[in-house]
């Protein structure tokens, strides 16, 4: 009758043991989902400056980022330049092409300030 009362117990304490697992594998994912999101924004910040930079390093200061966009394997920013305003695109970050331009197209150009 002892064996029987120590296996009772073990699987007693197992079904416990399981229990206690889910609830806190439960509890650790409840919590992780906001720092999860929080980690999703800070890349995507980290991208935006990193798109920022680069646009910098190929066409120099002095322009700044309105917004970006990446599509079909192509990243596509929005920049200005003393009032004039582009749309460039990379594929790699690296070479940009100017696609569009408010001097060629000035119904494109930023509004007055």
């Given at each position: 009758?002892?064996?029987?009362?120590?296996?009772?117990?073990?699987?007693?304490?197992?079904?416990?043991?399981?229990?206690?697992?889910?609830?806190?594998?439960?509890?650790?994912?409840a919590?992780?989902?906001?720092?999860?999101?929080?980690t999703?924004?800070?890349?995507?910040?980290e991208?935006?400056l990193?798109?920022?930079k680069?646009?910098?390093?190929?066409?120099?200061?002095?322009?700044?980022v309105?917004?970006?966009?990446?599509?079909?394997?192509?990243?596509?920013?929005e920049?200005?330049?003393?009032?004039?305003?582009?749309?460039?695109?990379?594929?790699?970050?690296q070479?940009?092409?100017?696609?569009?331009?408010?001097?060629?197209?000035?119904?494109?150009a930023?509004?007055?300030?």
């Amino acid at each position: 009758m002892r064996v029987k009362e120590n296996i009772g117990a073990k699987e007693v304490n197992m079904r416990i043991g399981r229990r206690d697992f889910i609830k806190g594998c439960a509890a650790v994912s409840a919590l992780s989902l906001p720092v999860m999101a929080s980690t999703a924004e800070a890349s995507a910040a980290e991208i935006g400056l990193h798109i920022e930079k680069s646009i910098k390093a190929s066409f120099g200061g002095g322009f700044a980022v309105l917004s970006h966009h990446r599509s079909k394997g192509l990243t596509q920013a929005e920049i200005t330049h003393f009032g004039n305003r582009y749309t460039v695109a990379s594929a790699d970050l690296q070479d940009w092409k100017i696609i569009r331009s408010s001097l060629s197209n000035p119904g494109f150009a930023s509004p007055l300030v």
